[in-house]
């Protein structure tokens, strides 16, 4: 597809389980962002992929919060142990760095977790 | 600390008329700005940027105003349509990084 591709779209976890969450971002965008959005809140920046870069980890807000993209293009959130108060949208984001038109961030319709 | 803030939660404006939506930032590095609409349930779309380097980017209904010295811009809609019911995020980051910062939003209503 053209678009930034999330997996799965929902999912529902009990509290203590590892969840992981994916994000397929647009063919040839070097950039991905990870954010989630809890109920009622704004936008929470998580983590920031560029190129070969190390990634920006500032905005985890836990050690049981990680992320990886591998070979520059699929990027996989892990949640361990999850708790309630991970409940939340995760929106991942991917952008064309450089250029005069690659300074949007285009984002995907975002994995919806449950924790019970 | 939040680098961006919209200060207003909710805006109720009558269709036809104009909104405004208001965003402010401290982090004088910030140079690249991004305004994004939410639907219920789906992801934000973009809608329109504006760097540093100007004071008024228009696109259609469109214009977002910056001035730097106040650190703040703002979203002007017009004419609004019931359509444009959203909650609607700014987005601030500096070129070196590209790393945005989002502010809480602002959910506006257009009332038919």
């Known amino acids: 597809g053209a678009g930034v591709s999330q997996s799965p779209s929902n999912k529902v976890t009990e509290k203590g389980k590892d969840v992981e969450l994916r994000c397929d971002p647009i063919?040839?965008?070097?950039?991905l962002y990870w954010y989630r959005q809890s109920l009622g809140q704004g936008l929470e920046f998580l983590i920031y992929?560029?190129?070969?870069?190390?990634?920006?980890k500032s905005g985890l807000p836990s050690d049981r919060f990680s992320a990886e993209r591998t070979g520059g293009s699929v990027s996989t959130l892990t949640i361990q142990r999850t708790q309630q108060e991970d409940s939340a949208v995760y929106l991942c984001?991917?952008?064309?760095?450089?250029?005069?038109?690659?300074?949007?961030?285009?984002f995907g319709e975002g994995s919806w977790l449950t924790v019970v | 600390d939040q680098q961006v803030k919209q200060n207003s939660p909710s805006l109720s404006v009558q269709e036809g008329r104009i909104s405004i939506l208001n965003c402010d930032y401290t982090?004088?590095?910030?140079?690249?700005f991004l305004w994004y609409k939410k639907y219920p349930a789906e992801g934000p779309t973009f809608l329109i940027s504006?760097?540093?380097?100007?004071d008024k980017n228009e696109d259609g209904r469109f214009t977002v105003f910056l001035n730097k010295s106040a650190k703040h811009l703002s979203l002007h809609i017009v004419p609004s349509q019931p359509g444009d019911s959203a909650v609607y995020f700014c987005?601030?980051?500096?070129?070196?990084?590209?790393?945005?910062?989002f502010g809480t939003g602002t959910r506006l209503k257009v009332l038919a």
């Open positions: 063919s040839g965008h070097t950039a």
């Open positions: 984001a991917s952008s064309l760095m450089g250029g005069n038109s690659g300074n949007t961030i285009y």
């Open positions: 992929f560029q190129g070969n870069s190390a990634p920006d």
């Open positions: 987005a601030a980051s500096d070129s070196g990084t590209y790393k945005y910062i």
């Open positions: 982090n004088s590095m910030f140079d690249y």
């Open positions: 504006i760097s540093s380097i100007k």
